[in-house]
């Protein structure tokens, strides 16, 4: 499977941002779906997962901001993210992992990884 992230830009703290994964090369609703982020000097940590089924998951301290979904038809994945904060500037990366979900937010779970799109808060 195949992952390229999209969206990803500059914006002020209380800003907007959507981001987009087109997955290739697979089937979207066969994975457990996941968005991380890095900010330099600090490790790769999960920000949110989909399962086939739909039951999402997210870390603390992005739940009543962020919210993650998944268009089949398109084969796509979304992070809609609402009240950036200047901690929330990251690389952002999609990541596919087979079955439901059931290693959480845990990077080493996952197999397939996009290239990652920049988000910088101010």
């Known amino acids: 499977v195949q992952l390229v992230e999209s969206g990803g830009g500059s914006v002020q703290a209380g800003g907007s941002l959507r981001l987009s994964c087109t997955v290739s090369?697979?089937?979207?609703?066969?994975?457990?779906m996941g968005w991380f982020r890095q900010a330099p000097g600090k490790e790769r940590g999960g920000v949110a997962a989909i399962s086939p089924a739909g039951t999402t998951i997210y870390t603390d301290s992005v739940r009543a901001r962020f919210t993650i979904s998944q268009d089949n038809a398109r084969n796509m994945l979304y992070l809609q993210m609402n009240s950036l904060q200047p901690e929330d500037t990251a690389m952002y990366y999609c990541?596919?992992?087979?079955?439901?979900?059931?290693?959480?937010?845990?990077?080493?779970?996952?197999?397939?990884w996009g290239q990652g799109t920049q988000v910088t808060v101010s």
């Open positions: 090369r697979g089937t979207i609703s066969r994975y457990c």
């Open positions: 990541a596919a992992a087979g079955g439901y979900c059931s290693g959480g937010l845990l990077a080493r779970q996952f197999p397939f």
